[in-house]
């Protein structure tokens, strides 16, 4: 079992639309993750963090975190064909050492 | 954010040549960077935690004396693809943790990425 799963996609939205994205991770020890949006050909761009139990809001994003289940989400809002790249989740190991995810395809379609 | 520099942000080189990337912290000190690598349609791959003052730290499988790491300050780390081959042709991306900030999380920040082609 991977450290950190997430559906590799694609996800095909409608422009407007919500998209979602899930994450679920394997150690329990966790306390720190992230949220990455990499474009074909570009490095990964940090969205977003969150550590306590929850949700989280920053403009369109919101990201949900679930200790006991063990499981993290991003909800993109409104979403735009600027949207559409791959969607990095990760979490910190030890070490300040990023654990990443495959990542999650998104396509907005107009 | 912080801001992470790399240069070039493309290098060809021929089989058998060294290439040096550089990885810079422009607004922030970095006692560690991290080196990863990409291959086409693949996900990051740790390769290295590059450490100021001491040696790097390298993950299974990666040749520590192909892949020479210097962090030569608390700014600046290097990359050297020693003696490289057509397989090594990868995207080389480098990124650095800011220390501190709310409840003290750090947060990673990543470079441009250089893409190596070796011919």
Known sequence: QKEVEQNSGPLSVPEGAIASLNCTYSDRGSQSFFWYRQYSGKSPELIMFIYSNGDKEDGRFTAQLNKASQYVSLLIRDSQPSDSATYLCALKAAGNKLTFGGGTRVLVKP | ?119
């Open chain 2, 1 to 119: 954010g912080a801001v992470v520099s790399q240069h070039p942000s493309w290098v060809i080189c021929k089989s058998g040549t060294s290439v040096k990337i550089e990885c810079r912290s422009l607004d922030f000190q970095a006692t560690t960077m991290f080196w990863y690598r990409q291959f086409p349609k693949q996900s990051l791959m740790l390769m290295a935690t590059s450490n100021e003052g001491s040696k790097a730290t390298y993950e299974q499988g990666v040749e520590k004396d192909k892949f020479l790491i210097n962090h030569a300050s608390l700014t600046l780390s290097t990359l050297t693809v020693t003696s490289a081959h057509p397989e090594d042709s990868s995207f080389y991306i480098c990124s650095a943790p800011t220390s501190g900030g709310l409840h003290g999380t750090d947060t990673q920040y990543f470079g441009p990425g250089t893409r190596l082609t070796v011919l």
